[in-house]
Every structure is written in structure tokens, then in C-alpha cells.
């Protein structure tokens, strides 16, 4: 027998309350919550198929070296290991890409930034129009998705080589 909370429960309503307040999961916990909202929390066969499915792999992240890209040979083989690492992996591990050390640590602390700045700001960047080049959401599968991840995302894109810089968040700049 199916349990009151389970009958009543309407997972769009709750979504689309999440979604309205446009204040992401970081806006959850600033408001002191106390229980994760339901949408969530993975039902537990799937943590359990999960785990059987991993229990015995010996998980690497592929890695993906960047060194001599400018050779034709080189760089069709980097662009292959990119293909292969997205595909299998959705993610992957840049080394020798001749970013400066400081520079990462600049985005790092700007992210920081960007997610601790006065939630009004942050609402004017919340959208799920992937057409805008600026978008600060959470979970952009939110309403497809099976469980929602416990994260919020900033998405720059842009694919001009000399970007408008006052397209993004004064923290980024």
C-alpha cells in the first residue's frame, strides 16, 4: 500500500517551486533546510545497481596531454582521446596545457566569489535558455532528470575569439 506522502507528493510542483526561487542549491542551504527535498534523493535500487555495477572497477579518469598539439598527427590523436574520454567518460583530466598556475587560482577564487555575491546577482544569471551565453542554474536536466544533482552551474560560452568581457559576472572579469 502506497504511503500518503507518495500519493500527494507532485515532484513538477516541487521542481518548478525549486526552480522559481532561482536561488540554486547554495540558496537551499543558506536558507538552513533541513531535509534534501525530495527530487534529489536517488531511489535506493539505483544506488544499489550503482554500486554492483562499480564495486570491482578500477576507476582511472582518462587524461588527456596536451603536449605537442601543434603537430597535425598529435593533435588528431588529442582530438580522438577527447571524443573517446567524452563518450565513455562525460569528463576528463587536461595536463600540459600551458595554463599558468595562477591563472587557475584566479578562476577558482572568482567561482568562490561568484557563489558567496548577494543572491540578487546571481538571479539575474539564472535562466534555462541555452541559447544565452551566460546562464547560472541548477542542474540543467532538472525537469528530465531522474534525481537532481546537489550542485549549481555557471555556463559561459562563447565562441568568438575575443569575447565581450561585460558579458560576464563582474567577479569573472
Given at each position: 500500500?502506497?504511503s500518503?506522502?507518495?500519493?500527494?507528493?507532485?515532484?513538477?510542483k516541487?521542481?518548478?517551486q525549486?526552480?522559481?526561487?532561482?536561488?540554486?542549491?547554495?540558496?537551499?542551504v543558506?536558507?538552513?533546510?533541513?531535509?534534501?527535498?525530495?527530487?534529489f534523493?536517488?531511489?535506493?535500487?539505483?544506488l544499489?545497481a550503482?554500486?554492483?555495477?562499480?564495486?570491482?572497477?578500477?576507476?582511472?579518469v582518462?587524461?588527456?596531454?596536451?603536449?605537442?598539439?601543434?603537430?597535425?598527427i598529435?593533435?588528431q590523436?588529442i582530438?580522438?582521446?577527447?571524443?573517446?574520454?567524452?563518450?565513455e567518460w562525460?569528463?576528463?583530466?587536461?595536463?600540459n596545457h600551458?595554463?599558468?598556475?595562477s591563472?587557475?587560482?584566479e578562476?577558482?577564487e572568482?567561482?568562490?566569489?561568484?557563489?558567496?555575491?548577494?543572491?540578487e546577482?546571481?538571479?539575474?544569471?539564472?535562466?534555462?535558455?541555452g541559447?544565452?551565453?551566460?546562464?547560472?542554474?541548477?542542474n540543467?536536466?532538472?525537469?528530465?532528470?531522474?534525481?537532481a544533482?546537489?550542485?549549481d552551474?555557471?555556463?559561459?560560452?562563447?565562441?568568438?575569439s575575443?569575447?565581450?568581457?561585460?558579458d560576464?559576472?563582474?567577479?569573472?572579469?
Amino acid at each position: 500500500m502506497a504511503s500518503i506522502t507518495s500519493v500527494s507528493y507532485d515532484r513538477t510542483k516541487e521542481l518548478k517551486q525549486f526552480d522559481d526561487t532561482k536561488a540554486g542549491v547554495k540558496g537551499l542551504v543558506d536558507t538552513g533546510i533541513l531535509n534534501i527535498p525530495k527530487f534529489f534523493v536517488r531511489p535506493a535500487e539505483d544506488l544499489a545497481a550503482d554500486e554492483l555495477n562499480s564495486a570491482h572497477k578500477n576507476i582511472e579518469v582518462p587524461i588527456i596531454d596536451l603536449s605537442n598539439i601543434g603537430d597535425s598527427i598529435r593533435r588528431q590523436e588529442i582530438v580522438n582521446e577527447i571524443r573517446i574520454a567524452s563518450e565513455e567518460w562525460g569528463f576528463f583530466q587536461v595536463i600540459n596545457h600551458g595554463i599558468p598556475l595562477s591563472v587557475l587560482d584566479e578562476m577558482i577564487e572568482a567561482t568562490r566569489l561568484f557563489n558567496e555575491q548577494d543572491l540578487e546577482l546571481k538571479m539575474e544569471l539564472y535562466s534555462r535558455d541555452g541559447a544565452k551565453k551566460v546562464i547560472f542554474n541548477s542542474n540543467s536536466d532538472l525537469y528530465t532528470s531522474q534525481s537532481a544533482d546537489w550542485r549549481d552551474s555557471l555556463r559561459l560560452t562563447s565562441f568568438e575569439s575575443n569575447p565581450d568581457s561585460s558579458d560576464l559576472p563582474p567577479v569573472y572579469r
